[in-house]
């Protein structure tokens, strides 16, 4: 796998670009592996192994839907430590 650092822009950021042959893979992070399968010069073959907790949607859709990701839920405990802790800071500044 031959990897360019320098990358090219993409929504402002500056992007990994490399060249990977089928079977080879890469790795997000921990918890995500991307594996290249082969295809066609005008279709691509990708596996994409991650937890169900990732929302992995195609570009095509994403164009579609603006705002496909939804916000995601606070746990009602963390939002309860939450309420408490404000509650606290404001009891702190009203002396």
């Known amino acids: 796998m031959q ?6 822009k993409q929504g402002g950021f500056e992007m990994l670009n490399f060249t990977i ?3 080879e893979s890469f790795q997000i992070g921990k918890d995500i592996t991307v594996v290249f399968l082969g ?5 691509l073959k990708v596996m994409v192994d991650a937890p ?3 929302n992995i949607v195609r570009g095509s859709l994403l ?7 939804p916000e ?3 746990p009602a405990e963390a939002m309860r430590k939450m ?3 404000q509650k ?3 009891r702190k500044i009203e002396g």
């Open 39 to 43: 295809g066609t010069p005008n279709n």
């Open 88 to 90: 606290q800071e404001k």
């Open 63 to 69: 164009e579609k839907q603006k705002n496909y990701y």
């Open 72 to 74: 995601p839920a606070i």
């Open 3 to 8: 990897t360019d650092i320098a990358g090219e």
């Open 52 to 54: 169900r907790s990732y």
């Open 21 to 23: 042959k089928p079977g």
């Open 83 to 85: 309420i408490a802790k």
